[in-house]
């Protein structure tokens, strides 16, 4: 199988997983590429504050840092600790 093809068969797996659950025999790439897109898609669909409020954003910061995307990772924490500051209450 070449890159591209199994590339888009992670990819296509992790989208199926989306519309389920992610099942326990899955690997760590395909549970975090799952965290990170369900992350990104409420980003996109709502705006970053929103998803702060509707998804579990720690377990995309894992995945994003697990991707070597730190700068998304960074974000993320800085917008989580801009919001809870607005509302007054801790991070994380």
């Known amino acids: ?23 326990s025999s899955a690997g760590a790439g395909d549970r975090y590429l799952v965290d990170a897109l369900t992350v990104d ?25 697990w991707f070597d995307l730190t700068a ?3 974000l993320l924490i800085e917008a989580e600790t801009a919001l809870a500051a607005d509302h007054g209450r801790p991070s994380g």
């Open 72 to 74: 998304v990772a960074d």
């Open 1 to 23: 199988m070449d890159e591209q093809t199994r590339a888009t068969a992670v990819w296509n797996r992790a989208t199926d997983f989306m519309a389920g659950e992610v099942p």
């Open 41 to 65: 898609g409420a980003i996109q669909a709502n705006g970053v504050s929103q998803a702060l409020e509707t998804v579990d954003v720690p377990r995309g910061i894992e995945a994003f840092g």
